[in-house]
């Protein structure tokens, strides 16, 4: 009886890539390249020429309009360079003022929301009943629109008829001018500010404390450290690129305020909560001046540029 044949399946043959000339590899042989060296520049592209037309072209249209005539500006014609705008802004007493005020109402959400959004932090991560229902009264404020919430401030704090001036009397302390006062309409708008905004940020600051190990803050305990060297020896390290995160995205916003003079204040009263922004506005739709307003928008760019590197500097970290 003859022996039966026995054929085996045929080896197969493991292609390797082979780079190419132009570091894009290639299959053994004539196959077709495996990638295409300019991938991630065609994924990146629409991006790009979307911060290009919307961002950059903008900015560069701004800068030529700033350096134009204050009478020629306004007809939009590029002919000569002058800074006479520049000039203008950095000598004007009201430009001035805004600058300050612009300033000192950034300062003051940024620090105060940061505090607030901290403190509050800490606190809810160590509570152990109801944390669910704190952290829905936090996002209540996320909810409105900042229309909404200067109405909203508009009527508790209105001089007349307003809910805290109710407060107030009831308990013996005479009515206040809040939003109309010189004094208090700047600290009405930082309020209102850290009341809509504390409560993203005491969830942004909460999320990232539990990522903490307890190990760390067990052995502080165990070694005598009270809650305040516990804070500035671990938790504020630990939450140094929150921080730079909420500071940087809090002092811009700060410095580019508008709506709150726009429908609450007006700028006033006097020159009390006259933002950049807003005299920027009310140089181009009231008063015919672009090229004074374009300037005032150029500035404000360059101290956001300034204030966030200042930020990067001050809270950079060694394993950032």
Do not use: C
């Not at 969830?203 to 804070?231: K, M, Q, W, Y």
């Not at 006097?270 to 950049?276: E, I, P, R, Y």
Request: glycine share 8%; aromatic share 10%; hydrophobic share 50%.
């Amino acid at each position: 009886m003859a022996n039966p044949v026995v054929t085996r399946p045929p080896t197969k043959v493991r292609s390797t890539k082979v780079p190419t000339s132009d570091g894009a590899a290639r299959l053994s042989g004539n196959g077709p390249k495996l990638r295409f060296q300019g991938t991630p520049y065609l994924l990146i592209l629409p991006v790009g020429l979307f911060l290009a037309v919307f961002t950059l072209l903008p900015f560069l249209w701004a800068v030529l309009i700033s350096l134009q005539p204050p009478l020629q500006a306004s007809s939009g014609a590029i002919s000569t360079v002058t800074f006479a705008n520049f000039v203008h802004i950095f000598t004007d007493p009201g430009t001035i003022n805004s600058l300050i005020v612009t300033i000192v109402y950034a300062a003051a959400t940024t620090i105060l929301i940061i505090a607030v959004s901290v403190a509050t932090a800490i606190a809810l991560k160590t509570v152990t009943r109801g944390s669910g229902i704190y952290q829905l009264v936090l996002i209540i404020p996320l909810t409105l629109a900042p229309p909404v919430v200067v109405i909203l401030w508009q009527a508790l704090f209105d001089p007349s008829s307003g809910a805290v001036n109710g407060v107030l009397t009831q308990v013996g302390i005479p009515r206040q001018g809040f939003y109309e006062s010189t004094s208090q309409a700047l600290l009405v708008l930082i309020f209102m500010a850290v009341w809509s905004n504390s409560g993203f940020w005491t969830l942004v600051f909460l999320s990232n404390l539990r990522t903490f190990s307890t190990e760390v803050f067990e052995a502080a305990a165990v070694d005598g450290s009270g809650p305040i060297r516990t804070f500035v020896s671990i938790t504020f390290p630990l939450l140094r690129r929150t921080l730079l995160l909420a500071s940087v995205v809090l002092s811009t916003a700060g410095l580019v305020v508008f709506i709150p003079a726009q429908l609450l204040t007006q700028g006033g009263p006097g020159d009390a909560t006259n933002f950049l922004m807003y005299q920027a506005a009310q140089d181009i739709l009231r008063f015919g001046q672009p090229g004074n307003a374009n300037a005032i928008v150029v500035v404000l760019l360059a101290l956001i540029g300034i204030v966030a590197a200042v930020q990067f500097r001050l809270m950079r970290s060694d394993d950032a």
